[in-house]
């Protein structure tokens, strides 16, 4: 076994930053680290294991789903005579510890909450040969019960933690590389279906913390010099918008930029509340490189809202779609066609709603349902009314008609071509409008831009006008009842795939006409681009 060799799993569509944290501390501390992409395989992992000889082993558990997954390759492991310990982090494992440990057999301990702190303090006591049951902060089977030693409290000053390791920048956009970055931990809100204030509320300390302007834009900053990045993906589960302590951050982070190597070089991107965007201080930020905001609308109705308790009205998100379209920032936002109130009529108003902010093309629609995750409010809502089911891969609820139930289960299937996957139409009408927004930023003088521009925008607004129509027109046959009513489903359906098929060959086909036209070389449009010297 290697005495200083520790080695990850995980899911590496994008750099995972809490893996890349834990990693640092590790190599800080003088131990060699490894992540491996779960999407390899058993097999290669197992061959790779096998030539690291690791002292331990850590799981990133980022969502419930991936549980029985990871379970599988922990059975895998074993049964292929891995001994080293085995260990499992994430939200899902930190809040249902007993369950998890009990669906992966095999798996030694639970690494709760933050990790940094707690992992290295493991590998410590591996390296030295020693006990690691008595480390805070962890989770294990002992004679059939869940023992948990005392909760390691939350990090105090995230400055003073390591800056992530990168394996991968992950992601690069006409030429242009893009990562992610976090400037803050943790979330005051508490919306019913997620577990991101349940996460940090138990171990003790505060619910958010930040770091420094000065150390986030350090670290940007060997980004940007030392990787060549020039997008700047902030993974905050919400930007410091809400208070005015978290205003006077933001105003002071604008300054740093301003008198960084990086003024007017960088773009950048983040989440938010609606009832954050505020034209004065976004007007700022767009100034600064702000080309993205991502919103957590959820829901286009007075009832969702407060179902979803997410403590804003209707009127507030479209006063937020309207501020950044008239300061020209690109928007996306979460939304849930379906929550555990929904009725057909109530699901038309958001139809209503996502016509109104998004009819002009502005932003594709996607199609999702509220599901009770594991440590939310929903989840214990729904089992208290008796209405969960499902599994720890898919959670799920039975809504309260059976028309509704009906209506949904048909309109996942006409929309899983439409919205699922990383090759879904919504994800290519997403990935060329963040092509727009690179193009704006970094190649305003193509020539062809503005047409280039308005034919994805209206590929957009004709992709959430079939959307909608799809909903509308199909929504009656559920209504009311009646023997035909299958054949007229069966036409919408092939309907809303032949316009699927014709959407998806005029985006392409733009999408060719433009670069190829505008002189850009094809390996720059696949992302094929050098590592920087």
Not at 205 to 230: A, C, D, F, H, K
Not at 284 to 303: K, Q, W
Not at 487 to 516: M, P, Y
Request: aromatic letters at 12%; charged letters at 25%.
């Amino acid at each position: 076994m290697s005495a200083r060799h520790v080695a990850f799993v995980a899911y590496q569509d994008q750099p995972n930053l809490g893996i890349g944290y834990l990693a640092s501390v590790l190599v800080k501390d003088g131990f060699k680290v490894e992540v491996l992409d779960y999407r390899k395989g058993f097999e290669a992992i197992l061959e790779r294991i096998r030539e690291m000889d690791p002292l331990l082993i850590g799981l990133s558990v980022i969502f419930q789903h991936y549980t029985p997954d990871f379970a599988n390759l922990v059975a895998h492991l074993r049964d292929n005579g891995i001994e080293c310990p085995i260990c499992a982090g994430g939200h899902y494992p930190s809040l249902e510890r007993e369950t998890c440990l009990q669906e992966m057999p095999g798996l030694d301990f639970i690494v709760r909450f933050e990790g940094e702190q707690t992992l290295l303090e493991v590998a410590r006591q591996l390296r030295g040969g020693r006990n690691w049951r008595n480390v805070p902060g962890i989770a294990y089977l002992k004679d059939g019960g869940v023992m948990d030693t005392p909760l390691r409290p939350l990090a105090p000053d995230l400055d003073s933690l390591p800056f992530p390791k990168r394996w991968s920048l992950g992601l690069h956009c006409l030429g242009i590389r893009a990562t992610s970055i976090l400037a803050s931990r943790g979330c005051p809100r508490n919306c019913s279906f997620c577990s991101i204030r349940m996460f940090y509320s138990i171990p003790p300390g505060p619910v958010r913390r930040t770091r420094s302007p000065e150390n986030v834009i350090e670290e940007m900053q060997q980004l940007y010099r030392n990787q060549g990045v020039r997008i700047f993906l902030f993974q905050d589960d919400d930007f410091s918008l809400m208070t005015k302590r978290d205003r006077d951050w933001t105003w002071h982070f604008l300054d740093c930029l301003d008198r960084s190597e990086m003024k007017g070089a960088i773009a950048w991107k983040i989440s938010c509340r609606s009832d954050e965007v505020e034209p004065e201080i976004f007007t700022a930020m767009r100034d600064a490189g702000l080309m993205f905001t991502y919103l957590g609308i959820e829901s286009g109705h007075e009832a969702g809202l407060r179902v979803l308790n997410k403590h804003i009205t209707v009127a507030q998100n479209l006063q937020a779609v309207q501020t950044l379209k008239s300061l020209g920032i690109s928007f996306d936002f979460g939304f849930m066609l379906f929550d555990p109130s929904s009725t057909i009529d109530r699901v038309l108003k958001n139809i209503r709603f996502v016509k109104r902010i998004c009819g002009d093309g502005s932003s594709p629609v996607s199609f999702a349902k509220t599901l009770p995750y594991a440590g939310t409010d929903l989840e214990s809502q729904m089992r208290k009314a008796g209405r969960l089911r499902g599994d720890v891969a898919a959670p799920d609820y039975s809504f309260l008609d059976r028309k509704t139930e009906e209506w949904f289960d048909y309109l996942c299937e006409v929309f899983y071509p439409w919205v699922y996957g990383g090759q879904s139409l919504q994800a290519q009408l997403r990935w060329a409008a963040f092509e727009l927004d690179v193009l704006d930023r970094f190649y305003a003088h193509a020539p062809g831009l503005e047409e280039h521009r308005k034919r994805v925008r209206f590929l957009t607004h004709w992709y959430n006008e079939i959307y909608c129509k799809i909903v509308e027109d199909s929504s009656g046959y559920f209504r009311t009842p009646h023997p035909g009513n299958l054949h007229a489903l069966a036409g919408i359906r092939s309907a809303a795939e032949q316009q699927r098929n014709w959407i998806e060959d005029q985006l392409a086909l733009q999408r060719q006409d433009f670069f190829t036209s505008a002189g850009f070389p094809l390996e720059t449009v696949l992302g094929q681009v050098d590592a920087p010297s």
